[in-house]
């Protein structure tokens, strides 16, 4: 069976005005799953996730019991939400769509020389009155701390994945874009930096040979003239248009412009096509009536 990677987006699985209890997150991922059906019965699935609410609940965490228990590092918290959300997606996808399910916890290698390094831009974790970490920018609503949002080079734990896939299972992977690992002489050194999961889920699907690349986020399509008055769908798009479109400016950093890049690199590494839709949308999307399609 062909492959689809299919990259969750923030609101498949927590809502911005939400607390986050696990029953909730919990709800809201067999919801998501349940949708998953119709590909789930033309594709091996694998399944990347983001996890900015819930490592950022975790930062909280730390950072509220310092004086009782050690703070851990970002990429160990990172690890941490990997199991957490991972758990939770195995439980439904094996509970609704019947499949059998595997988690991979997985390390995405960075280079050291990324410039990303020199000019970190990726918000994490609380806002604190003040500035207790060197690497905190104000914002309005505090102090914040940011780390850099290095390119992924490769998916270092394809391996494992490719045969689990091969072997049938719905494999969960690269949760919070990965955790971000650099290599130093011979061995891996964890990084406190974050990866887009776009980029790594691009880089994941191409490594698989996987032919569909799915973005499932909190838009039904992708828009030209996003939020303004003129605003319109994009309902078909090839490689040259949707690279004209980001040229000219169109997708917004950190959010849609990640998306766009990602399924750029996927469709030119041999990737056929990219669906970017809601998790509502994605049975019409396969039938090509919803969403945005890039070939
Ligand atoms: P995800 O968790 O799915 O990665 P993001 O917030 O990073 O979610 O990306 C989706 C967001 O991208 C949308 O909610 C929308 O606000 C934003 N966006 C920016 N530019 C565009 C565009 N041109 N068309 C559609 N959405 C856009
Ligand atoms: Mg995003």
């Avoid at 069976?1 to 990259?7: F, H, K, P």
């Avoid at 987006?9 to 998953?36: C, F, Y």
């Avoid at 914002?139 to 914040?144: D, N, T, V």
């Avoid at 799915?214 to 319109?232: A, E, I, M, S």
Wanted: net charge neutral.
């Amino acid at each position: 069976m062909a492959i689809a990677a299919v990259a969750l987006g923030g609101n498949a699985l927590i809502h911005p005005k939400e607390r986050g209890t696990a029953e909730k997150q919990i709800s809201r991922v067999n919801n998501t799953i349940a949708l998953l059906k119709p590909l789930s019965e033309r594709f091996s699935l694998v399944l990347t996730h983001g996890n900015g609410p819930q490592v950022g609940n975790l930062l909280l965490q730390q950072e509220t019991a310092k004086d009782i228990v050690p703070p851990m590092p970002l990429d160990t918290l990172d690890a941490m939400t990997q199991g957490q959300l991972g758990y939770w997606i195995q439980q439904a996808v094996e509970n609704v769509l019947r499949k059998n399910a595997a988690t991979i916890i997985t390390r995405v290698l960075v280079d050291e020389k990324d410039p990303a390094f020199e000019k970190p831009t990726k918000p994490i974790g609380p806002y604190y009155r003040e500035k207790v970490f060197s690497n905190m920018v104000k914002e309005p609503e505090g102090w914040r701390r940011v780390v850099p949002s290095p390119k992924p080079v490769e998916i270092i734990d394809i391996e494992e994945i490719a045969s689990l896939v091969g072997r049938g299972f719905v494999v969960i992977a690269c949760g919070g874009g990965g955790i971000p690992v650099a290599k130093e002489k011979d061995d891996f050194i964890g990084i406190e930096a974050v990866v887009d999961k776009d980029y790594s889920t691009a880089k994941l699907a191409s490594q698989l040979k996987a032919d569909l690349l799915v973005f499932l986020t909190d838009v039904p399509t992708v828009y030209r003239n996003y939020g303004k008055r003129n605003q319109n769908p994009l309902y078909r798009l090839n490689r040259r248009d949707a690279q004209a479109l980001l040229d000219a400016g169109e997708f917004k950093e950190g959010s849609m412009k990640p998306k766009i890049e990602a399924s750029i690199s996927f469709l030119v590494e041999g990737g056929k096509q990219v669906i970017i839709t809601t998790v509502e949308q994605i049975g019409d999307a396969l039938k090509g009536s919803a969403g945005t399609i890039i070939e």
